[in-house]
C-alpha cells in the first residue's frame, strides 16, 4: 500500500510537473499574472509529491519489503541500517528519484524564497525548472521504476555491492546530485532569461547563490568519492581520470568558471553573453554526466545500469535540452546589450583568463573521455586515454592558472596595475621560492618539478592570507587597526580568500604524495619486521572475526617508530556471504607527516602473506583543502550581500532614500 | 616457465572475446579493484630494472579494468603482463622495444597515452587547437572594445548642425 502511494505520488508529481510548465510559459506570452501565479505552488506541490515517492521507496528499504523488485534486487535483510537507507541510491531506479528530488527541491526553493523576482523571471525560471521534471519523471516512470511490484515476494534480498557499503558512498551521492542538478538553476535562469530577451546585473545577482550551493556540494562530493576510492580499492590512489571521475570533473571546472564570470557580470554588468552561455554549458554537462554513468556507456563499479532502452531516452532529453537551449541562445544573443568597458588587465581582465584557462581545461577532460567512445562508435578502433594523456593536456593548462589566481583579487575593476599588485605579493612570492628551494635541497629523489608543485601550493595560500591582508589594508597602519579592520571585512571576503587557499592545499597534497609516495611490497611471515619511512612493522599474524554481514581474516600489525609503539594497525579482507564477494580494508595510521597505508593481500606458500604498505606523505590534505573551500563557499553563501532577499531589501532602501530627498 | 604457459594460455583467450567478457564481468562483480597489484614475487632483484619494469606498467592499460594501469590492477591478465614486462627487461630490451612488443600484441588500446597518429590526431589537437581559437577570441574582443570605446564620432544630423554653428559665426 505504501509503496502504490509513492507510484502514484510519482505519477501525479508528472502531471503537476507539466502545468507548472505549460501555464506559467504561456502567462508570461499573454502577460496574464493569474497563470503566471500558478507556477510557484506548482513548484510546491511537486516537490512534496516527489518527497511522498521517496519516502515511499525509504520506507520499502528500511523495513525489507522485498515485494518490490528494486529493494528485492538492491538489499537485503542482514544489512546494517546506514546501508539499507543509502541504497536507496545505491541503485538506477532510486538514485534518478533522488535526482528529481533534488531538482524539485531546487524548484520549490526558488518558489518559495524568490517571492522577490520579477513575476515574469520566477514563472519563466519555474517552468523551465517543470520542463526538466517532466523529462526525467517520464524517464523513470517508462523505463526505471522503482516501484515494481513482485508476486510472490521473495524470502530475502540479493544485498548491494559490498564496495558501495562503505560511510563515505552512502553520502557520495547525494552531494554529487545536488551539485549536478544544483547546475540547473543557473541554467533555468538562463533560458529563462532568453525567453524573455532581458538580462541585467540583478540576474546575476539572483543566480549566484543558486551556482555558489551547487558548487559547494559538488566539490565535497567529488572529494567524498576521491577519499572512498583511496582507502576502499586498496592501493592509495586518489585519482583514476576514469570516465565517470571526469564527468563529475567536468561540471565543477564549468561550474567554477561560471561563478567567477557570475561575478563580474554582478559587479560590472559585463560578460552577460558569456556568462548565459556558461550557465547553459554547465548544466549540459551535468546532463551529459548523467548520460555517461545512467546509460552504461561506460561499464565502471558506478554504471549499475546497462540498458540500452534507458541510454536512448537520456540521450533524448540531453538533445532536447541542449540543443533547445543552445538554438534559443542562438537567435536571442545578439538582442542582449553589451555591458561595461574594461582594460585585459583589471580584475575583470583576471576573470576572464580563469574563464578562458578553466573552460580549455574542461575542454581536455571533455575530449579525453569521449573520444575514445567516439572512435569506437565510428571506425571500431579501441584506444584508452588514462593518467598519462591528462598529465599532458590538462596540467599545462591549470598551471598557469593557479600562478595567477592570487593577482586576480588584487586588481582594481576596469584598469588595474599589475606591477603594483606583484608588490602587495612579493612577501608571498618571496616566502614560496624559499620553500622551493628548501624542498629542493631537501628532496633526494622524487620528479625534479615536485618542488615547484610544493611552492605554487604555498603560494596560493599565501596569496590569499595576503588578499585578505591588502583588503584590511594592513600597510600603514597600526597593527591593531589592521587587526580591527580585517574583523570588519564582509564574509565573501574571507569566502574567497579560504576557496583560494583550500585550493592551493590540495594542490600540497596532491604533488606530496604523487611525488614522494613510498612503499614496500613484501611476503611477510608472522613475527617478521618490515620497515618503511621510519617505521617499523611487525606482523603479528592473521585471525579471523565476524561482521553484521560479513566474516573477515583480520592482519595484525604492530607499528613502532624509534622503538616506541605508535599504533596497531588491522588491514583485512572481508567476505560477503550475501553478496558472494569480498572487498580489501586496509589499515591506515593517520600522522601529520602522512598516512601509513598497509593492505594484506593473498596467503602464500609457507604461511607467509603477501603485504603491502605505502606511507602517501601530506595525503590528508586534498581532502582537507577541499573542505577548507567548502567552507569558504559556506562563507559567501552566507555573506549579507549575496543572500537571496538582499537585493530587493537595498533596492527599498535606495528608494527611500531617493524618497526622502 | 610456469609464466610462459600461462602467458601462451591468455594470448590462446585473448582472441575469444566472450572470455574477455566473462573476465570483466567476474572483475566487475568482485569489486573492480581488490587490492593487490605487485606482488613480492614479481619484483626484480635489481631495483633500477625494477623502477624502469613500474615505470612501463603505469604507462599499460590493464586489459579488462576500467582505465587502471596494471600496476594498479589485481587482474590475473594485468599480473601477465607485468611478468612479460619484467622478462623482456632481462632479455635486455629498451622501454620503447618493450612498448613496441606489447601494442604488437595487445593492439594500442594498452597504451593508457594513445600514440600521436592520424586516428588520434583530433584527439591530441582538440585542446590546443581550442586554446589558441579562445585565445585569438579574446583578442578580438579587447580590440573591438577598445575600437568601440573611443569617443563616439559625430553622426551626420550632428555634423551638418555644427557646421551651421560653424558658418553662423
Known sequence: MIAETGHYALILALGVAIVQTVLPLW?????????????????????????????????????????????????????????????????????????????????????????????????????????????????????????????????????????????????????????????????????????DGRIDAAWARWVRPWTLAAWMCLTLGIAMGSWWAYYELGWGGFWFWDPVENASFMPWLAGTALLHSALVMEKRDALKVWTILLAIITFSLSLMGTFLVRSGVLTSVHAFAVDPARGIFILAIMGVFIGGALALFAFRAPQLSQGGLFAPISREGSLVLNNLLLTTACAAVFVGTLYPLALEAVTGDK???????????????????????????????????????????????VLALIAMVAVFSWQQRGPWLAPFGIALGIWLVLGALSDLAFRARFHGTSWREGFRRLGNLPRSAYGGALAHAGLGVVVIGIVATTAW???????????????????????????????????????????????QEVTTLQPSKRAFTVEQSSTTEAGIHVSWRGDLYVVLGDELKNGAYSVRIYFNPLVRLIWLGALVMFIGGGLSLSDRRLRVGAPKRARAASEGLAAAK | ????????????????????????????????????????????????????????????????????????????????????????????????????????????????????????????????????????????????????????????????????????Q
Open chain 1, 27 to 195: 502567462g508570461t506570452r499573454r502577460h496574464d499574472p493569474q497563470l503566471m501565479a500558478i507556477a510557484a505552488p506548482a513548484a510546491q506541490m511537486q516537490f512534496l509529491l516527489i518527497a511522498i515517492a521517496f519516502a515511499a521507496l525509504m520506507t520499502a528499504y528500511v523495513t525489507s519489503d522485498f515485494s518490490l523488485q528494486n529493494v528485492w534486487a538492491n538489499s537485503h535483510s542482514a544489512k546494517p541500517m546506514l546501508y539499507k537507507i543509502a541504497g536507496v541510491w545505491g541503485n538506477h531506479e532510486g538514485s534518478m528519484v533522488l535526482w528529481v528530488l533534488i531538482l524539485a527541491l531546487f524548484g520549490a526553493a526558488v518558489a518559495t524564497y524568490g517571492t522577490n523576482l520579477p513575476r515574469e523571471l520566477q514563472a519563466n525560471v519555474l517552468a523551465v525548472q517543470g520542463s526538466i521534471a517532466v523529462a526525467f519523471l517520464l524517464f523513470i516512470i517508462t523505463t526505471s521504476n522503482p516501484f515494481v511490484r513482485l508476486d510472490p515476494a521473495p524470502l530475502d534480498g540479493q544485498g548491494l555491492n559490498p564496495v558501495l557499503q562503505d560511510p563515505a558512498l552512502a553520502f557520495h551521492p547525494p552531494f554529487l546530485y545536488t551539485g549536478y542538478v544544483g547546475f540547473s538553476m543557473a541554467f533555468s535562469f538562463a533560458v529563462a532569461a532568453l525567453i
Open chain 1, 383 to 429: 584506444i584508452s586515454v588514462g593518467g598519462p594523456f591528462f598529465n599532458y593536456t590538462f596540467v599545462p593548462l591549470i598551471v598557469p592558472l593557479l600562478i595567477a589566481v592570487p593577482f586576480g583579487p588584487m586588481l582594481a575593476w576596469k584598469r588595474g596595475d599589475i606591477v603594483a599588485a606583484g608588490q602587495r605579493l612579493i612577501a608571498a612570492a
Open chain 1, 517 to 563: 609516495r613510498s612503499e614496500a611490497i613484501l611476503a611477510m611471515k608472522p613475527k617478521e619486521t618490515a620497515a618503511l619511512a621510519g617505521y617499523e612493522l611487525t606482523f603479528q599474524g592473521v585471525a579471523p572475526r565476524e561482521g553484521p554481514n560479513y566474516r573477515e581474516r583480520v592482519g595484525v600489525f604492530k607499528v613502532t617508530r624509534g622503538g
Open chain 2, 1 to 168: 616457465m610456469r609464466t610462459r604457459s600461462i602467458l601462451d594460455h591468455n594470448f590462446r583467450s585473448l582472441g575469444r572475446n566472450a572470455l574477455i567478457a566473462v573476465f570483466a564481468a567476474l572483475i566487475l562483480i568482485q569489486g573492480a579493484v581488490s587490492a593487490k597489484a605487485v606482488e613480492p614475487d614479481e619484483v626484480l632483484k635489481d631495483p633500477q630494472l625494477e623502477a624502469r619494469a613500474r615505470h612501463i606498467s603505469e604507462g599499460l592499460r590493464c586489459l579488462v579494468c576500467q582505465n587502471q594501469s596494471i600496476d594498479d590492477s589485481a587482474a590475473p591478465l594485468a599480473k601477465d603482463l607485468r611478468l612479460l614486462v619484467r622478462e623482456r627487461l632481462k632479455a635486455g630490451d629498451t622501454d620503447q622495444e618493450i612498448e613496441d612488443f606489447v601494442v604488437a600484441r595487445y593492439g594500442e588500446f594498452v597504451l593508457l597515452k594513445p600514440r600521436f597518429e592520424l586516428h588520434t590526431l583530433i584527439l591530441w589537437l582538440a585542446t590546443p587547437v581550442v586554446f589558441l581559437a579562445a585565445l585569438i577570441a579574446l583578442v578580438l574582443f579587447y580590440r573591438r572594445r577598445a575600437a568601440a570605446s573611443g569617443p563616439a564620432s559625430l553622426s551626420k544630423a550632428e555634423q551638418r548642425r555644427l557646421k551651421q554653428l560653424l558658418d553662423e
